[in-house]
Structures are given as C-alpha cells and as structure tokens.
C-alpha cells in the first residue's frame, strides 16, 4: 500500500484542524477546540500511519532522505505540540503551531526526488535511529518555543501599547507561555543532550573506527550552549520577559540554520537531521 | 392560561420600591406556602434579587383576575400600597413567562448586560422552591430549562466572556498577565468607591497577598479589617512597592504620585519581575513615561473605559445569537407544555364520550326491539373500542414522536372545539 493517500489525509486533518484552531481562537467555543484538538490527533495517527508505510515502501528509516526527514520533523512537531496542549490544557497556540507543521508537511511532498536524494552508508540499529529521533525531536521542542516567544512578544507589545482587540482575550497569558516556552526548551535539551551522546555511542560503534570532524557538531553545542544560556538568563531580573522571549526566537533561527545550511552544505554525516 | 409572572425590575421601579418589595430566603418560601394555601396557585417560586422581585406562578385557572389578586397578594405581604406598587409591577402569561424567564437566566435582562450573577441567583431561587415542595411539574421542568439555556447563552454567545466594569476588566488584563491571580500580591493605593470595587474584584479572584495603602491610616485600617488585608505605611514607597504584582491606585493627587524614579527602583528591587499598575485616579496618579519601563504594564482609567465601551458594543453584537438560542427553547417548552395539556384534554375527551355514548345508545336503541340486552352490550363494548383507538392512539404517539410534540402549539384551540365549558379543566 502506497503512503500518499495518508499524506493527503494527514494534511486534509491538519488543514481542518487549523480552521476549527481558528475559529476557537476567535469565538472561543469549547467544542470548537475540542474538536480541533481531536482532529489533529486524527491527523497525527493518519500521518503515523503515512511515516510507517513509507518506511516500508522505501525499506529505510524516514530520516533517510530530506522528504521523509521533514514529515517527522512535522509529526514530532504535532506531538510535541499536542503533550504541551494537554499538560497545560491551553489551545490557543495551536492556529500558531499548525501552519509549521503543514508548512514542513507540504515541503516534504512537494520536495522533487532529486533533491531529495538518500544518505547512502547510514549507521543502523536501535542506538542509531534514537540518536536522529531524540536530535528531530528537540528541533521540534526548539521550533514549539519559538512559536511561544513570539506569540510572547506579539502579546506583550499588544498589551504595552493597549491596543488588545479580539484575540488577545483568548492567548495564553504572558506568564504561561513564558513557562511553556521553557518546558519546550527544556524537553528540547534534554533530548538534543541524549541525542547527542547516543550519537557519539552509534559512531562508536561502527566496525571501522574513524575519527573525523563533522561541522555539525560544533553547531550542536553552540545551540545548546545558547539555549542553556537562554535557560538561565530568562529567570534573571534584566532578561526576563520579552528579552528572554527574542534570545529563545534567535537560538532557533540558528536551530533552522544547522538543520538547513550546515547540514546540506557543510556536514558529511548529518545531511537530513 | 396557565403560568403567570407578576414582578418588577430595575427598569419598572426605582430602587426605593425594590427595596420594599425584596424577598428573603424565608420571606419567599413562606409567601410561596401562602399563594398555595390560598389557592391563589399550585405552583409557586419567588425569585428575589437587587435588582428584581418576581412571582412566577402555575394555576390551571388562572385568568387576569387571578394575576391581579396575586398583585394584591404582593402589596399586601410587603405592606405597600397598591396605588405605589401596581404601576411597576408587570404581568406575563404563558410563553411570555417563558421567554421572560429564558432571558433572565441568559443575562438579557440585566442592567449588566451578560452578567453572570442572575444564573446562580436562578439556580438557588428554584433549588430552595423545590427542596420547599413549592414547584410542581410545570415550574420544575420551566427552571430546568432555564438554567439549560442560561448555560447555553454563556457557553455559544460572547455575551458574558468580555469584562463590563472598570475594575473587572483590569483584573482580566492582570489575568492576561500573570494568569490565576491567587498566588499573587497586590496593593490598593486609596480607600474610596472605586478601590473598594477594585478590592472586591480581587478578593473575587482570591489573591494571595492584600495590601491597602491611605493618607489616613485609620480609614486604611478599616479597610484592611473589612476585606482581609494588611495595612502598608502611606509615603515608605520604596518598601511598599517592591513586592506586589499589581498596583491599583484611585488616590486624589494634584502632581503624579508613582514617579518613573520610584517604580525604576522598584522594578530593581522585585528582579524585574512584571508589574501592572491600574491608575484610576483624576488626576493621573502614575507619571505617564513608566509606561516605557520594562515589564511593566500602565493602564489608566480612560484605557479601561476604552476597553469597556468595546466590550459593551461587543456584547451587544452577541444578543441576537443569544434571542435565537432563547428563542429556540421557548419553542420546546412550549412544546412540551402543549403536549402535556394535549393528553391531558384527551383524557378529558375519552371520559366524557364515554358518558355521551351512554346516552346516544340509549336513545339510538330504543326504537329497535330485536337486539338482545347481550348485544346491546356488544355494541357499546365496540364503541368503547372505538373511542379508545381514536383517542388512545394520538395520546401515544403524542408521548413518543418527539417532532409531533414540536407541531402542536395551541391546545386552546383542541378544547375549545371539543368540550364543553363544564368540562374544561
């Protein structure tokens, strides 16, 4: 059975999630947002299943080649997304959330093969294909702060110069997306931190020992330094708030930078995640 | 005819007179016990706040003279002259009970457009009626329906989500700010009107730490007595300010009395922490340029006004989505009202063909010699059957198919054409 059906699935779930995440927004009615939130979890089933069918189709993991690389990253991104709707019971960053996902989904599908050419000798086994889920995973968790910290600083300037409209109402308040923000960071550092080492173990243990410089790894541990950083300054008396909020949206800036131009132009092991 | 309201409001009398004819909890149950043993109703239930006074009541005989001996009835139990009392007083009947009920209940008929309180104040009048055997079937499925749609109003309409009082939408925006408002502090700059509404709103919010501030620290004292809170010493600024989350100031000053230099110092010494200041004062009480400050957010009372304005208008927007909710529900009440009453009449109309069948065999067969005393009882065992299948039949379907029930909306017209005056109820 061929995957693109459960793509078109997944985006009609994604697209009619993001109308009903809209409409929430605006109108804040309850079974709105609960049906919204049930749609994309439809959605992230449907696109589980598209993920898995692929995988079978091309006998290869889904970080293999950049198509399947960014439909994960969008998976991962909605389920990241959806724990952090459920732990904080907040639904409105979810018409913010959304269009990233669909925006990667859409990419993925509409990337032509030949730039989308598979990583040939990729390590395998289980230490493996945890190094690239737990490291995709915390781009997501990074991808989910940047969205709070600008929804932060969207808020922030409207409720500073008074101008609060319709929706304002509806966000989070400022002091919950700051602690959202720092969850998803958090969760980001934590997996990037394991990934990483899982990483290190997975090259250990090829049977040809090679030592060799990737430029992808000096990326990594500037993005962690600077989120560890972002960590701390974001509880000092001079950085919190919106200034935190900006630090959190450049950290991710060269999040997409290490996940796009190092990764393509600069790394030799590293092409897709 | 069978519900009536007889009541006033805020719109038909002054407050002196709703005063007088307020209820409480014990006045209500005793007068609702009263009508009943009067006979002036079956069903009673008083629904009493500050701003209304209302007698809803069931009687299957009641009429407009009835409604008017419930209006003495009134005058007579809060000892005021009929005179004074009947020009605020109005009466509804029937759907416009049910309609004047539904919109109660959702906030449409509240000097707070959308307010909240009513719903809970209807909740409590039934249930307080109903544990006092006051209702009867009519009232107890009428109030049920009301809660539903005052539920329904508030969760499908923006009507009662927008704040409409200047201290109320300052707490939503220090909601918008910190969240749940009961792990934080805030202090009250004044002891007049408008800080005694803000406290109010905040004590509502159940915020953790109260601080109240005065030029008069006796006045403060008081205040701090009658709401919980701790008296901070007026001037020491620099202590007083470095620890709440909000500051609410309502205080009469001629020159700015939070300068930039002392929330800066303040702002240092809480880590820069977010602040809202809410100024409420004429003239401003908080210098205009701390609006510059980091994290901190400046609101004066002009901003609020703004705020409430929009919110009013917004509010005003979302009435004729909650008419239609309103609407729709008064269509199943009286749906529902008509399909009781319509089995009711049918009973009425089994018994009294069954006396008229009596009466017409008895003279149909009178002229006719051969039939036995056996099939002269045949025959009316047959039409017995007969009359059973006519009326049976409808009066089942009637309690079964929920969308014949939605058909029927005037039982009037069913007895009118079929019973005599004697026979109706």
Redesign the interface.
């Known amino acids: 059975m061929t995957h693109q059906p459960f793509v078109i699935l997944t985006v009609l779930a994604y697209l009619a999630s993001l109308g009903l995440y809209l409409n929430f927004l605006y109108t804040g009615k309850e079974l709105t947002g609960r049906l919204a939130t049930t749609l994309m979890f439809l959605g992230l089933v449907v696109h589980y299943v598209a993920l898995l069918l692929r995988a079978k189709g091309t006998h290869t993991v889904p970080y293999h080649d950049l198509q399947g690389s960014m439909s994960l990253f969008g998976w991962l991104l909605a389920v990241t997304y959806l724990c952090l709707e459920i732990y904080h019971r907040q639904r409105t960053v979810g018409p913010f959330v959304l269009p990233i996902i669909l925006a990667f989904l859409g990419a993925a599908f509409l990337i032509p093969p030949a730039h989308s050419a598979a990583v040939q000798n990729l390590p395998h086994g289980v230490v493996f294909a945890l190094h690239v889920t737990l490291s995709i995973l915390a781009y997501a968790a990074f991808a989910l702060s940047c969205v709070l910290s600008l929804i932060y600083l969207g808020e922030e300037r409207l409720l500073k110069i008074r101008r609060l409209g319709d929706v304002v109402w509806r966000l989070p308040p400022l002091e919950l997306l700051e602690r959202m923000s720092h969850t998803s960071v958090l969760v980001g550092l934590a997996t990037i931190a394991v990934g990483t080492a899982l990483g290190f173990v997975a090259v250990d243990r090829l049977p040809q020992q090679q030592t060799y410089f990737d430029p992808k790894y000096l990326v990594t541990l500037v993005v962690m330094a600077l989120y560890v950083v972002y960590f701390q300054l974001a509880r000092t008396a001079s950085w919190r708030g919106a200034r935190a909020s900006k630090l959190c949206v450049f950290n991710f800036a060269l999040v997409i930078l290490s996940f796009t131009v190092v990764n393509l132009y600069f790394s030799q092991h590293h092409r897709y995640f | 005819m069978e519900i009536v309201l007889v009541g006033l409001n805020f719109r038909t009398a002054p407050v002196e007179v709703r005063e007088r004819v307020s209820f409480s909890h014990e006045q209500a149950l005793r007068a609702a016990e009263e009508l009943r043993s009067q006979g002036i109703l079956e069903e009673t239930l008083v629904l009493s706040t500050c701003n209304r006074s209302e007698v809803y009541g069931v009687n299957p005989g009641m009429n407009r003279e009835s409604a008017n001996a419930l209006s003495a009835y009134l005058s007579s139990f809060h000892k005021v002259r009929p005179d004074q009392l009947n020009p605020s007083l109005y009466h509804h009947y029937d759907h416009d009970v049910v309609r004047h009920l539904f919109r109660v209940s959702a906030g449409l008929d509240s000097m707070l457009l959308g307010e909240a309180e009513i719903l809970g104040q209807v909740r409590d009048a039934y249930l307080r009626a109903h544990e006092g055997h006051a209702t009867g079937p009519v009232l107890n499925r009428l109030f049920q329906a009301a809660l539903e749609i005052g539920k329904r109003v508030r ?2 309409t ?1 009507l009662g ?2 704040p409409m009082g200047v201290a109320s939408a300052g707490m ?2 220090a ?5 749940k408002l009961s792990d934080r502090s805030a202090l009250v700059l004044g002891a007049g009107t408008i800080s005694e509404q803000v406290v109010s709103q905040l004590r509502d919010r159940s915020i953790k730490n109260l601080y109240l501030s005065n030029r008069s620290r006796e006045k403060a004292e008081e205040f701090a007595k009658q709401y919980d809170g701790r008296v901070m010493e007026w001037g020491d600024w620099d202590n007083s300010l470095k620890q709440p989350d909000v500051i609410v100031s309502a205080v009469g000053v001629q020159e700015p009395l939070l300068t930039k230099p002392l929330i800066e110092r303040a702002m ?1 010494a809480r ?4 602040l809202f200041l809410m100024d409420l004062g004429l003239p401003r009480n908080v210098d205009p340029t701390v ?1 510059n400050l ?2 901190v ?1 400046v ?1 004066t009372m002009d ?1 609020l006004t703004e ?1 409430v304005e929009q919110n009013r208008a ?1 509010r005003k927007s979302e009435v004729p989505k909650a008419e239609a909710l309103i609407e729709e529900h008064v269509g199943k009440f009286i749906s529902w009202q008509a399909s009781v009453e319509l089995i009711g009449v049918l009973d009425i109309l089994r018994g009294s063909m069954r006396e008229r069948r009596s009466a017409f065999l008895k003279e149909k067969l009178e002229g006719i010699n051969h039939f036995t005393p056996q099939d002269r009882e045949h025959i009316g065992t047959l039409m017995d059957e007969l009359i059973e299948k006519l009326l049976i039949v409808p009066a089942e379907r009637l309690r079964s198919e929920k969308e014949l029930r939605k058909k029927i909306q005037n039982v009037e017209a069913i007895r009118a054409l079929y019973l005599s005056d004697r026979e109706k109820p």
């Open positions: 969760a499908e923006e989500t927008r939503k925006l909601e918008r700010i910190f969240g240092s880590g820069n922490r977010a609006a980091y994290n957010y609101y901003d705020i917004a």
